[in-house]
């Protein structure tokens, strides 16, 4: 299945937190011609309100009043599942998208209590195994990934030359995770100091290296400045920023690296060197994709 729309029963109800599945909600939405209203918080109102800065964004009461279906993101925060469980009270149909490969059964479960959809989205042959696995009461359907599409396509588009050999442009995806192994150590951190001490693992230009960390919609921009500043005496240039769209990002990097992000899947798609940055004892990686290298191999 292509296209969504199949699945609607309009009017259509839009509930998103998280930014992974409301980029690829609101790709989907900036075609569909149906009747729909929208609630977005966290994340996910900046991206929506970058596309659409005129658009009223309502309360999930508001939204569900009147709807037949509900479309929702399942990410950690509790918005997306309180309004799941809201329209089974109403009886709307219920459809939600998973956006990645990790931790399919708590996102639909709160305080021990599980809450699933009448039908999950998922948008590849992999997560299609991994959600008939987790749910198989449960409708799952395949449509094609067009936020993916989107941004590789445009990526591709916005590159000036090949990547560099030896590499002069390191992006780094940041990623907000914990991992129960390193105790309270944020994961992202140790990953980066994994990468700064074992840069003579990968073919770096000698003369000029340049680094931009690219934060995640959900941290602060300057959660990564003591990084910096313990680092940007290593290379040319040591930026961080948000300020620039995922795909120019990728488009001006030589290699990709990060822990087990999206992102990742759009670099090797974009046929961009890509590499996790994970340290030994993590078992955080669940991007199935061989193309990722990994430098702790």
Known sequence: MDKLEDLIVPPLAVVCHDAGSANEIITWLKGYKGDFR????????????????????????????????????????KLEYFARIEAKKKSIKTIAVIDHWTDYKGRFTRDGNEELPDIVIVTDDYAYEIAQAC???????????SYLQQEVELAQSA??????????NILIIGEQCRDSSLKRNYLEFASIDFLMSNLNKINLSKSLVNINLRTHPSES???????QNKYQHLFAEFKISSKNELYEDIAWADIVVGMSSFALVVSIHAKIPTMSILPPGSDYFALPFKEIMHLRD
């Open 159 to 168: 590159r000036t030359k090949e990547c560099n050999k030896p590499i002069e």
């Open 221 to 227: 921009l300057d959660k990564y400045d003591f990084f």
């Open 135 to 145: 749910f198989p009461s449960r409708s799952i359907i395949q449509v094609r990934n």
């Open 38 to 77: 929208v609630c977005m918080e966290g994340p996910a109102r900046k991206i929506w309100n970058f596309f659409f800065p005129d658009s009223e964004i309502l309360t999930v009461k508001k939204v569900l009043d009147g709807s037949n279906t509900l479309l929702s993101g399942t990410g950690a925060a």
